[in-house]
Each structure stands twice: as C-alpha cells, then as structure tokens.
C-alpha cells in the first residue's frame, strides 16, 4: 500500500487526485473537539459527527453509516461517532483531545469508492495552547504512515507534516481576511467547546495576548445545569451529548416524554452571567481597547443559547468559510464593552486551502 503513496509524492500535480488514485491533499484541516470531529469530504462537503469513542470487544457488533466509523487500527476495533454515543461510549471531553487525536483522526480519513490510498502534505490541527509542548508533541505524532481499516476498508495514509495552531487564531484570521471586524486593532475570539471554553485577545497581526487569556466553562457546563435540575425534580440525570442535542434542535424533549423547556431558560441565563461576570472581571484592563469579540461555537443555534438584544445593532453575516470543516453562520457585534458581549454564531474554525 506504500508504494502508490510514495510514487504520489514524486507526482508535479499539486491537486487532489493523481494519475495513480492516491488522494492527495496540499492541506488539510482536522478538528477533534469535544463534542464534534470535523474535517472536509473528498468532495468538499463539511463532515461533523459526535466527538465519542467507544473500544470494541470480539462479540460486539455495530454498524457504520453517515456518521458513525469503525475503525481497525494495531489489533484494536472500535467505533466513533453517533453509535459511539447510543453504545454509551466516552465522550472526549472526558478526557484529553490530544491524547485522543490519533485514534479520532483516523475517522476523518475519507476514502473515495476508487481511491484508498491517502497522502497529507499538511495536517493542521488545533489545540488550546501551543506552548504546551506535550500536548504538541502528542498531536505531531500523527505524522508518518497510517495503515487502518475504516469501515471494513484498508486504507493507507500518509501525513508528511504537523501544523499545530493555536485554539481561536484560525476563527480570528477568517474573519480578519474577509474583514468582519469592523475595529482594526484589538478584536476577540471567545471559542465555546463543549467541554471549557476560551477566550483570548489578538493583534492585527495575530499575535495572542497570552496575558488576556480566559478559559471559560463550555457549552456541557450549561448541559450540567439543566441535568442537576432534572435530578432534582425528577431523580433523572440524562447523558450531557442528549442534553445538547435536544438544544440543538430545539425539541428541549429526551426520549419521548422528558422535557426541560420550562429549565433551560433560567439554566441559560445563569450559564451566560457566569460567562459574561468572568470576562468582565478578567478583561477590565483591556476594556477600552478591545474592538469586538467574535463567538465560534460547534453547530448550535444561537438565538436559543446566546439571544441578540433588540437594540444592539448587531448584524447577521451568513459568511460560512469556503472548504471550512464546518459551515456555520457569523454575528458581527458592536463592541462588546458597550453592549455587553453580544455575540452569535461563529465562523469556521479551520479554514482549509
């Protein structure tokens, strides 16, 4: 399987197919987050499935489909995505992104029908802060030679380089290049994970004021209200993936008769003055010179968690990045130190050449 890979890599064709069926890419962008794995289809459609990850014993059956992977990879099965979450599967906010990469990405690994081999010339990938250099070491790693089955498929990969950026810094170059920041000077990213959030103050020339840092609790943390709220009335404590799932389409419902409708609200307001009172507290100094904070957040609606105000002047940019690993839509605030973080839906996380 090797030797396709390596005659792709003499190839003069920078595109993503050569004459010898190996898929090529100059760039490709992974995004193991906490409560999704994101990446671009070969046929550059945007792919996001549940950020769970359950091992597979011999007598264990599960089933591939449009989100859901099975993966055999060094003697071990098991399966990532939707099935992964219904077979009660961990969840990776429950443990380190980076130490999970190398089996997560593995799912986004996407073959066509006619090609199985897979040459990466940059993997970019993200983490929350690339000074930690275990985290960084755990995450270029994933360069070098991957030989796996991925839905009953062999495949092989193979990655020349690591790119590790910054969590935030991709959310803030996209919107800078395509000039949704009104302000040209100080201008925010508050990137809401699933499981912690962050914020963080950047430069025009991209330069993260590492001082200003924030990390925040994430969109689980309002899911963690809402299920305490259930067990208090109800002695009931849902999954968290459900939680947020009934969020995202609006059905506020787990199974067919437990709702919490008349609980989010008020789970909602005090997960947002938490928010709101720390970034206020931590940002007081850089008050003055912050221009506007853009909010990237994973595939939730944001008039139900995050409500623009009436009269803030906010405007909606329907601005999803080409070949992004996401789409997703944009608010554009005014500043936030005069209407109080009022934020939207997000830009993509990583752009994609």
């Excluded at 399987?1 to 992974?30: C, D, G, H, W």
């Excluded at 059956?61 to 939707?82: C, F, H, K, W």
């Excluded at 992104?97 to 073959?111: C, R, S």
């Excluded at 030679?145 to 810094?169: M, P, S, T, Y």
């Amino acid at each position: 399987m090797k030797l396709a890979i390596e005659r792709a890599e003499t190839s003069t064709q920078p595109v993503t197919q050569t004459p010898n069926s190996v898929l090529t890419y100059r760039r490709f962008a992974f995004d193991g987050g906490n409560r999704f794995i994101k990446w671009v289809s070969p046929d550059h459609q945007p792919r996001c499935i549940p950020s769970y990850i359950k091992p597979l014993e011999d007598w264990e059956d599960a089933l591939p489909d449009s989100d859901t992977m099975i993966i055999e990879s060094n003697g071990v099965r098991y399966v990532v995505g939707q099935v992964a979450q219904e077979l009660k599967g961990k969840p990776t906010y429950q443990h380190s992104k980076a130490n999970l990469a190398q089996k997560l990405f593995l799912a986004a690994l996407e073959p066509t029908e006619d090609r199985t081999h897979i040459l990466i010339d940059t993997l970019v990938v993200t983490t929350p802060d690339t000074r930690d250099q275990q985290a960084v070491k755990r995450l270029t790693a994933l360069q070098g030679l991957h030989q796996f089955k991925r839905n009953g498929v062999e495949i092989a990969a193979k990655i020349n380089r690591v790119e590790v950026v910054d969590e935030c810094l991709s959310a803030w170059r996209y919107a800078w290049n395509q000039g949704l920041f009104s302000y040209h000077r100080k201008n925010a990213v508050l990137d809401l994970g699933g499981g912690t959030a962050l914020a963080r103050v950047i430069l025009p020339n991209g330069l993260i004021e590492r001082a200003a840092d924030v990390k925040l609790p994430g969109t689980f943390d309002l899911a963690n209200k809402i299920a305490a709220a259930l067990k208090a009335r109800s002695e009931y404590s849902p999954d968290l993936g459900l939680i947020m799932d009934a969020i995202a389409t609006g059905t506020f419902t787990i199974g067919p008769r437990q709702s919490f409708a008349g609980l989010f609200e008020r789970c909602r307001q005090d997960w947002l003055a938490d928010i709101q009172a720390t970034l206020r507290e931590t940002w007081v100094k850089q008050a003055a010179e912050i221009g506007e904070v853009q909010l990237s957040v994973d595939r939730l609606p944001w008039p139900r968690l995050w409500p623009r105000p009436a009269t803030d002047g906010s405007r909606f940019l329907n601005s999803p990045a080409p070949n992004s690993s996401a789409s997703m839509d944009c608010w554009r605030t005014k500043p936030w130190r005069k209407h109080g973080l009022s934020c939207g839906k997000s830009i993509s996380p990583l752009p994609m050449t």
